[in-house]
Nanobody, 124 residues
Framework: QVQLVESGGGLVQAGGSLRLSCAAS????????MGWFRQTPGKEREFASA????????YYADSVKGRFTISRDSAKNTVYLQMNSLQPEDTAVYYC?????????????????WGQGTQVTVSS
């Protein structure tokens, strides 16, 4: 069974940075895509960023483009999200996501596995 374990959330002032990590368990786990979604109370979970595991091609939501950077360490089955220039509107629970189907991880319906979520709070 695949498990995704996130770390790195917390409280930061506007303009600051945080780095999220997500480690996937399972020796034989080979994702097609891994990425990050985020969710605020009363809203649907929204796509933030994804990376194709094989090629390293990256995708970003317009709201985070230029500020967030996704990367991977294939040897560790770990994906990272470096978040810079954080703003209060980035406050959310951030969820790691992965799939093994040949689908871009830009919609929640494309996700096979979810992490438990990590809170990111940006104060003004």
């Amino acid at each position: 069974q695949v498990q995704l374990v996130e770390s790195g959330g917390g409280l930061v002032q506007a303009g600051g940075s945080l780095r999220l990590s997500c480690a996937a368990s399972g020796r034989t786990f080979r994702p097609y895509t891994m990425g990050w979604f985020r969710q605020t109370p009363g809203k649907e979970r929204e796509f933030a960023s994804a990376i194709l595991w094989g090629s390293g091609v990256t995708y970003y939501a317009d709201s985070v483009k230029g500020r967030f950077t996704i990367s991977r360490d294939s040897a560790k089955n770990t994906v990272y999200l470096q978040m810079n220039s954080l703003q209060p509107e980035d406050t959310a629970v951030y969820y790691c996501a992965a799939n093994q189907r040949s689908l871009l991880l830009t919609r929640a319906t494309a996700v096979d596995y979810w992490g438990q979520g990590t809170q990111v709070t940006v104060s003004s």
